[in-house]
């Protein structure tokens, strides 16, 4: 079986000025026994004042920042963050300080051990604390991860999440065409059709609404179903 030593974390970060600093800290403190880091930020054209931060920000073996000249979306800033990680397991992280990085360890655990290819924190298990779901995007998740359930015949429960960990010779075996945040069905969509290994695990869910500045809207919704079904059957 292959050592597995090195994580690679990819932050995509479009205007998130109040957070950046804090997730960046938060990111840096978790110690993973045994495993070595390194944090891949891709600022994707912000506009209220987090490049600016980020451009001011040690730049180093285990800390890399680029950055886009303008918004392209999530999907796209994973995309170019991926070219530049060396690590052998690669974790999605979003900045928003929605999912707590003290978790890590717990979510290596089952790629680390070999048995799994890719794992997904979900927060939809009720083991872990949580905070209440917007109705709406509560009912969004639910319909989407039944939809993925439906066409690729599997039992997920949080299709949407953002803690996502692949072994790095996994999802850089796909070409990645999506943008945006229809980036989840899509990656989703290619570890189920070739039977890759897939665990969940409970992770802590500290949402935040529209106010709070969330991003993610219904339109994202219905290209996320047009995702899952085009990639039933192409690709």
């Known amino acids: 079986m292959q050592t597995l ?6 932050m995509p970060v479009y205007n998130e000025v109040g957070t950046i600093h804090e997730i960046i800290a938060r990111v840096n403190a978790v110690e993973i026994p045994g495993v070595t880091k390194e944090l891949i930020i ?14 001011k920000m040690p730049v180093t073996d285990t800390q890399k920042i680029y950055f886009h000249a303008h ?10 963050g991926l070219h530049y990680t060396t690590g052998d397991i690669i974790l999605i992280q979003d900045a928003d300080l929605e999912y707590d990085p003290a978790e890590y360890p717990e979510l290596l655990k089952p790629i680390l051990s070999g048995h799994a290819d890719v794992v ?13 779901f917007n109705f709406l995007h509560f009912v ?14 599997t039992i997920l429960t949080d299709m949407e999440t953002c803690y996502k960990v692949f072994r790095a010779d996994v999802i850089k075996s796909f070409q990645i065409k999506s943008n945006r945040f ?13 039977r890759y290994k897939l665990y969940e695990l409970p992770i ?12 993610i809207t219904w339109r994202d919704g219905f290209s996320a179903v047009w995702t899952l079904i085009k990639y039933r059957f192409v690709d």
Do not use: H
């Open 204 to 215: 802590s869910y500290y949402g935040r609404d529209f106010s709070e500045g969330k991003k």
């Open 120 to 132: 997904y924190g979900s927060r939809m298990t009720g083991a872990k604390v949580r905070r209440d």
């Open 5 to 10: 030593s090195k994580v690679s974390i990819l």
């Open 182 to 194: 229809n980036f989840e069905p899509e990656i989703t969509a290619k570890v189920l059709k070739r």
């Open 140 to 153: 969004g998740n639910k319909f989407l991860t039944l939809l993925t359930n439906i066409l690729y015949n």
């Open 42 to 55: 891709v600022d994707d054209g912000s506009k209220d004042g987090t490049r600016d931060l980020l451009q």
């Open 71 to 80: 918004n392209m979306g999530k999907g796209a800033a994973l995309r170019t």
